[in-house]
């Protein structure tokens, strides 16, 4: 995971997540990863505020490396191919989490989680007037999504964090890829991959029953 450690640019995540779904809508897994390193790259660059969601992003990213390396790395080609295998074979805690509390299943449903915050985040920056405070966009962001998931303690000293966010200039120049204008522009490219692929991963869970697995 290094690579982690260079500069973050919203071009290599669009790249990533236009090429993360095959001709056939299946969303591919090394594109996912790759997207989500992007992502990562950019809440690091932000500094230890976002430390709570990055840090839990990354431990979910080495297990699924690790299921693409595994000898069973076939069956996690593709999220659609991963889901069939680990339902077909009894591999992903239902109920509760005991068995198998690393599965595909429940670790990308982590990711996808997280995925709703941030898409929802940067839609909301790229669409807001300069003068918006980021720490109003961020929490409203994260209260229609990640919150759900947070016990009360957490989501009080989330929402603290936010209020030291800086400025959505700030946030723009940090994509690394010009002007604040051509941030938002780039933006509004990026961002129907990405909600398109969250989609399809949320149409594809709510039909296995696994959206809410433990």
Known sequence: MG???????????????????????????????????????FLNSLGAIFSFISKDVVSKLQIME???????????????????????SNLVDLDRRSRHPSSGCRTVLRLHRALRWLQLF???LRTSPEDARTATLCTDSYNASLAAYHPWL???????????????KVFLEAMNVGSPEQAVEMLGEAL??????????????????????P
Request: a negative charge.
């Open 192 to 213: 129907p991959f990405i909600e398109h692929v969250y989609n399809i991963s949320q149409k594809l869970y709510a039909e296995n029953s696994l959206l809410d697995l």
């Open 122 to 124: 940067l839609e909301s």
């Open 66 to 88: 690790r299921l693409r390396s595994s000898p069973e790395r076939e069956h996690y080609r593709s999220l659609q191919s991963m889901v069939a295998y680990e339902v077909g």
């Open 3 to 41: 690579d982690l450690e260079t500069e973050f640019n919203l071009k290599v995540v669009l790249v990533s997540f236009k090429q993360c779904l095959s001709e056939q809508e299946e969303v591919l897994l090394d594109h996912y990863i790759a997207g989500w390193k992007g992502l990562v790259r």
């Open 154 to 168: 957490v989501r009080q000293a989330v929402i603290v964090a936010f209020c030291a966010l800086p400025t959505r």
